[in-house]
């Protein structure tokens, strides 16, 4: 069966930082790019960020450059968000997706089940 | 960067209507555009890739159409569980945006 799985998220305090994990199986994840999407309470999605293939290539919204870095270890199976100097307004479910295709960058077929990232004092 | 704008916002419709949600790019996007259905507390079910191409699995009463700049989805004859959020994705930049989305509720 193909999914994601992530874990990771929590209850973390403003300026903080948490690391997130996106567990692949069932299909060849180093062929894929990968994206992080978010959505706040009551709101609606966000792309976050994506990784090429071999990890040469990173993207991110611009409300998170220079504070989340997105990285996978293709060994592993494995896609990561590493969430630093956390805003109240990064406060969101996290999903991992992949695209349906191993070229295309989007129409993400692919979703895992989110985990919650609330910042908060 | 590429916006994507979504109307309307909120939308009634009874069993059975035919329904219409229009997104909008700032840009040019080709038919690098998604659809996608989402319900509360779960995640979002691609729809439509590629502005027109039915994903497998997902019912014909849905269809996309459009290239460019502007994109619709239909859905042919409302059904009781077609009631959820739709969201357009473009895909033809590195920036996967999404629209605002568009709520279908029961009128």
């Known amino acids: 069966e193909v999914q994601l799985v992530e874990s990771g998220g929590g209850l973390v305090q403003p300026g903080g930082s948490l690391r997130l994990s996106c567990a692949a199986s069932g299909f060849t994840f180093s062929n894929y790019w990968m994206s992080w999407v978010r959505q706040a309470p009551g709101k609606g999605l966000e792309w976050v960020a994506n990784?090429?293939?071999?990890?040469?290539?990173?993207y991110y919204v611009d409300s998170v450059k220079g504070r989340f870095t997105i990285s996978r270890d293709n060994a592993k199976n494995s896609l990561y968000l590493q969430m630093n100097s956390l805003r109240a307004e990064d406060t969101a479910v996290y999903y991992c997706?992949?695209?349906?295709?191993?070229?295309?960058?989007?129409?993400?077929?692919?979703w895992g089940q989110g985990t919650m990232v609330t910042v908060s004092s | 960067d590429i916006q994507m704008t979504q109307s309307p916002s909120t939308l009634s419709a009874s069993i059975g209507d035919r329904v219409t949600i229009t997104c909008r790019a700032s840009?040019?996007?080709?038919?690098?555009l998604a659809w996608y259905q989402q319900k509360p507390g779960k995640a979002p079910k691609l729809l439509i890739y590629?502005?027109?191409s039915l994903e497998s699995g997902v019912p014909s009463r849905f269809s996309g159409s459009g290239s460019g700049t502007e994109f619709t989805l239909t859905i042919s004859s409302l059904q009781p569980d077609d009631f959820a959020t739709y969201y357009c994705q473009q895909y033809n930049s590195y920036s996967g945006t999404f629209g605002q989305g568009t709520k279908v509720e029961i009128k």
């Open positions: 990784i090429k293939q071999d990890g040469s290539e990173k």
């Open positions: 997706a992949r695209p349906r295709v191993t070229a295309s960058l989007g129409a993400f077929d692919i």
């Open positions: 590629k502005a027109s």
């Open positions: 840009q040019s996007i080709s038919s690098w």
